[in-house]
Nanobody, 124 residues
Framework: QSHLVESGGGLVQPGGSLRLSCSTS????????IAWFRQAPGKEREGVECINSNGISTYESDSVKGRFAISRDRDEATVYLQMNNLKPEDTAVYYC?????????????????WGQGTQVTVSS
């Protein structure tokens, strides 16, 4: 049973935008923190953004400040990652993850559930 399902990835030109979605079916958004991570080829998985149950974004990577934003829709049980002004170095597989302790961080080991990932490629 997959609790987290990502969608919205694709190919975009530098400077373009994408919005990723993470469907959290089966997980109570009221008690879990949800984060977005990414992993580029040959690199470690890194935290990008995180939002906890009260809807406050409490973690953001310096590499995406001012360009990415995380939000959540409780009615649709979905967490979004809006990505603007995309750069080639943003190319990666993007994963959403859930932490039952409702704690936001960029540490992979803190998160209990993971989606399968969605590919984002930024290229001209």
């Amino acid at each position: 049973q997959s609790h987290l399902v990502e969608s919205g990835g694709g190919l975009v030109q530098p400077g373009g935008s994408l919005r990723l979605s993470c469907s959290t079916s089966g997980l109570p958004l009221d008690t879990y923190a949800i984060a977005w991570f990414r992993q580029a080829p040959g690199k470690e998985r890194e935290g990008v953004e995180c939002i906890n149950s009260n809807g406050i974004s409490t973690y953001e990577s310096d590499s995406v400040k001012g360009r990415f934003a995380i939000s959540r829709d409780r009615d649709e049980a979905t967490v979004y990652l809006q990505m603007n002004n995309l750069k080639p170095e943003d190319t990666a597989v993007y994963y959403c993850a859930a932490d039952r302790e409702d704690f936001c961080s960029g540490y992979v080991r803190s998160f209990d559930y993971w989606g399968q990932g969605t590919q984002v490629t930024v290229s001209s």
